[in-house]
């Protein structure tokens, strides 16, 4: 007589693999319970409500003042539209007021960022490159300065970056803002630890070993799994030199040297001086077109952007 242990214990025993019409048997598969699931938090919503609604009505009352003309502005609700929409008109008005000079500040913004912002992204890259994949004396003490020189504020060493420059005499010059936008302490401190962590020692070795030297390793092999860096690096330092006031108001006196924050600036108090114009329709409609460029730049680079993101995250 067989017993019921035995005869379940036959049943609950693999089929051979050999065996034909053996059916294999399935994992259940595991209930989710209630704390597996993810737990909402109320008061996190209610804050992440109330900073994005602190980020978007500026910008939603920009978009909705540059739409209005000089009268506007002062008899209609901030952040609704008034009956005349002269945004085409501002924006025309704004090219053309005072023989084009909003042209001019523009130009002058885009040379700053792309000498000053891109000179400082390529410093940066190199610098972290060679700190964080390179072994020399007084790398500590160079680690050191960089750690310094992040907690010390720019607006510091304004004054004495301006004392230095007018002794060069370069100081109402372009290159007064552009020499000094070029050192990005965060950019290379950012830089440094990225290379450290994102470029395989094995994988510069291996490279070296077929023969490629440091400079073809660097363009060949680094440069490409420093793109995320990059970009990264890239957008904080030309969002900085973009928005850049303190520095240019100190250096620069020719408005034909100011850029968009200045220029936009002097627009803004002329109105505070003896028979000044207001128009504070074209600073309004002068501001919305500022911040263009940086959210198309954000836009078009944010995929590479968010492919670092993740960079490491993964361990094989």
Not at 30 to 45: G, I, N, Q, Y
Not at 64 to 83: C, N, P, Y
Not at 99 to 118: H, I, K, M, P, S
Not at 138 to 154: M, S, T
């Amino acid at each position: 007589m067989t017993s019921p242990v035995a005869t379940v214990s036959d049943r609950s025993a693999p089929a051979p693999s050999g065996s034909s019409g053996s059916v294999p048997r399935l994992r259940t598969p595991r209930r989710r319970h209630s704390a597996d699931k993810p737990r909402r938090s109320v008061l996190l919503t209610a804050l992440t409500s109330l900073v994005l609604l602190y980020s978007l009505v500026p910008l939603v009352w920009l978009a909705i003042s540059a739409t209005k003309s000089q009268e506007g502005l002062s008899r209609s609700a901030g952040l609704w539209f008034d009956g005349d929409f002269a945004l085409w008109g501002n924006i025309s008005e704004t090219f053309t007021y005072d023989d084009g000079v909003f042209t001019r500040w523009l130009l002058n913004t885009l040379l700053y960022v792309g000498l000053g912002a891109g000179g400082a992204t390529l410093l940066a890259v190199l610098g972290g490159y060679a700190l964080a994949k390179f072994d020399f004396p007084g790398r500590r003490a160079v680690f050191a300065v960089v750690i310094g020189a992040v907690a010390v504020p720019g607006t510091a060493l304004a004054v004495p970056t301006f004392l230095m420059f007018s002794e060069m005499g370069l100081t109402n010059t372009p290159w007064a803002v552009i020499v000094p936008s070029l050192i990005s302490p965060f950019g290379l401190y950012l830089m440094w630890v990225f290379a450290t962590e994102a470029i395989p020692t094995e994988l510069m070795e291996a490279a070296r070993i077929d023969g490629a030297g440091e400079v073809r390793t660097f363009f060949r092999v680094a440069l490409p799994l420093l793109a995320p860096g990059i970009v990264t690096v890239l957008l904080f330092t030309m969002v900085a030199t973009w928005n850049n006031y303190f520095l240019p108001l100190v250096m620069l006196k020719d408005p034909d040297w100011y850029p968009l924050t200045l220029g936009l600036n002097s627009w803004n108090q002329q109105a505070a001086t003896a028979g000044g114009e207001p128009v504070f329709n074209l600073v309004v409609t002068g501001s919305l077109l500022t911040i263009l460029p940086l959210i198309a730049a954000f836009l078009l680079l944010q995929r590479y952007w968010q492919s670092g993101l993740a960079a490491g995250s993964v361990k094989e």
